[in-house]
């Protein structure tokens, strides 16, 4: 009942169309393509065949008006037809002469001239006249322009004139007998064919570059280029699915209804790939396209590469504006960073050179109130001396010696004169600093530059300025003196660092914060061995040689500490030394509540 249900319904013959290419239309394929039809109708009855023959220069209107089901093409239209026109042909079956031995090598081109004529290979037909058939014949010319390019010739430069006529047989023939032309370019097996038939006089002919035919094949047809496909048979788009099921199973059940050399088979699966190769070599067919060299042209044909490589292009640019933004942005920064580390190295050297001659001018301060003290207490000793001697003279017989009066006199007058000139030198060298409301966290930012600046490769990272607040920490003295107090200390403890052969990474804090008090406190610690107890009392009793009370044997003549004991007791403010439970030292300076200005203060100021 199903095959029942399946089977078509009896009735009229379905039409079908089968188109013929005119490029398959010489007289013996016709004739072969005739009987190939004639079987078909009759494994079909259920169809009524008609053909019509498609011109191939204007292939894809005449397809597009006559629409056939099928379609007789040489080898490589389905490719060419996608390529014009996006149809899809779909290849049935490919066409093999049973005188050749594959498929694949079956049609092929023959350089014919009349016996008689020089003879020679190739290169002796180059400069004559050629006449052939179609001009997109592969059996033909384009068998031959694959041929000459192969041998190394421009095949469009080869011939000095070719004719292109309507058939190989009779008009190419009929030329080449005229000498109209000097070579005729034949279809291969087309002169055997009429040899056979006893329309032609082979020994008239003379085949020129004859190709050998492969070892173990019956050379039965001259040919002087290679070989291709033969005709295929291609079911159009709008072919009915069981028509083609149908006409398949006929065409490849046809057993050999030619004789001769028409007698053929037909097969499945045969590659068109050396007919691609050719289409591809001489820029026709599905290549033909790969002539127009016009930019749109090119753009059309390569627009995915055109397009990514501009894309890419694109990207580039904006990446290379990118960078050079980026760069502009980089050296803007670079430059402001330079320009701020130089003015900051300026400020700390001004700062370096302020704190160095405020620091001479310490020392000699220092020294010169040492002086003063160590010789004034000798030159009272010797005034002293010589008053008693005077008031022992009144009452002795030597009294009214006038040379020992007048030498006592004398000692007197000069011990007196040492005096003053000591006395005048220490007014000299003292300074009197007016003391006035600083911050003591600026003065400690600057501090750490001048502490930096001079020897930058060796305390760069050694010193680590600990946070406090935002706020300012107020204290009442001179900033210089201040600063000079806490360079001091720092340098005391970056030697201490050094002397112990710790690493300076971070190994020294300076820290400021506000007592609850009002005052305010400066601690600078530093990490090192742990301290003996001589050491600290050296360091916290004044008393003794200012080496002793450094704590730096080895350093200058050992007057930071005691500059920093004078300028801190100039503020008011205490020192004192710790030892750090890990080790090192810890110094800290306590100042006193910072006293609010007078309006006095604050008039002399404005």
Not at 168 to 187: G, K, M, N, Q, S
Not at 207 to 231: F, M, N
Not at 273 to 286: I, K, N, S
Not at 506 to 511: K, L
Request: glycine share 6%.
């Amino acid at each position: 009942m199903l095959l029942g249900f399946c089977a078509p319904a009896a009735g009229a013959p379905e039409p079908l169309t089968i188109g013929i290419l005119d490029t398959s239309l010489n007289p013996y394929d016709a004739m072969a393509l005739r009987e190939t039809i004639e079987h078909l109708q009759n494994a079909l009855p259920n169809h009524r065949l008609r053909t019509v023959t498609i011109p191939t220069a204007e292939a894809p209107g005449a397809l597009a008006a006559h629409r056939p089901d099928f379609l007789f093409a040489p080898a490589g239209f389905a490719a060419q037809l996608k390529t014009e026109t996006g149809t899809d042909a779909f290849r049935i079956a490919t066409r093999r002469k049973l005188i050749h031995a594959s498929a694949e090598e079956t049609v092929g081109a023959v350089f014919v001239r009349l016996r008689g004529s020089p003879s020679g290979d190739l290169e002796s037909l180059r400069g004559l006249r050629a006449a052939t058939a179609m001009p997109n014949a592969v059996d033909g010319w384009l068998a031959a322009e694959g041929e000459i390019q192969r041998e190394g010739y421009d095949p469009e430069k080869f011939f000095a004139e070719v004719r292109f006529l309507n058939n190989a047989f009779p008009d190419v023939l009929a030329a080449l007998a005229a000498r109209t032309v000097d070579v005729a370019i034949l279809p291969a097996c087309l002169i055997e064919t009429l040899a056979a038939d006893g329309l032609l006089d082979l020994r008239d002919l003379e085949v020129v570059h004859r190709k050998a035919h492969p070892e173990g094949t019956p050379q039965v047809c001259a040919h002087s280029t290679a070989l291709y496909p033969d005709i295929s048979l291609l079911a159009m788009p709008g072919a009915p699915e069981r028509a083609v099921r149908q006409v398949t199973v006929a065409l490849l059940s046809d057993e050999d209804h030619t004789s001769g050399f028409s007698q053929c088979e037909w097969l499945t699966n045969v590659s068109e790939q050396q007919v691609d190769a050719l289409f591809r070599t001489l820029r026709e067919g599905p290549y033909r396209y790969l002539r127009d060299m016009s930019p749109s042209a090119l753009f059309e044909r390569y627009r995915t590469p055109i397009l990514a490589v501009l894309g890419i292009l694109l990207l580039l640019v904006l990446n290379e504006f990118r960078l050079r933004r980026i760069i502009r942005e980089r050296t803007a920064s670079w430059l402001a960073s330079q320009r701020e580390a130089e003015a900051l190295r300026q400020e700390a050297e001004s700062a370096r050179l302020r704190l160095a001659g405020f620091e001479r001018r310490t020392i000699v301060e220092q020294l010169s109130g040492m002086i003063a003290h160590e010789v004034n207490t000798p030159v009272g000793t010797i005034r002293a001396y010589a008053g008693a001697l005077k008031r022992f003279l009144a009452r002795s017989a030597e009294s009214g010696n006038a040379s020992i009066t007048r030498a006592l006199e004398g000692i007197d007058r000069e011990a007196s004169r040492i005096a003053g000139i000591i006395q005048r030198v220490r007014d000299h060298a003292r300074t009197e600093a007016a003391h006035t409301p600083c911050n003591l966290l600026d003065i400690r930012r600057r501090t750490i530059r001048a502490f930096i600046v001079e020897a930058p490769a060796v305390r760069g990272n050694m010193i680590r300025e600990e946070k406090t607040a935002a706020d300012p920490i107020t204290v009442v003295g001179d900033a210089l003196e201040l600063e000079l107090l806490m360079l001091n200390l720092l340098r005391n403890a970056s030697h201490a660092v050094l002397r112990d052969g710790l690493l300076p990474q971070d190994a020294i804090r300076i820290t400021c914060a506000q007592t609850q008090d009002g005052g305010a406190v400066l601690l600078v610690e530093n990490e090192g061995k742990h301290l003996s107890d001589e050491t600290l009392e050296a360091l916290r009793n004044p008393v003794g040689s200012p080496r002793e009370a450094s704590a730096q044997p080895s350093e200058g003549l050992g007057l930071g500490l005691s500059i920093c004991r004078a300028i801190a007791e100039s503020h008011a403010a205490a020192i004192t030394f710790e030892a750090r439970p890990k080790g090192g030292l810890r110094v800290v300076v306590r100042f006193p509540q910072a006293a609010r200005p007078s309006s006095a203060q604050h008039e002399e100021q404005a």
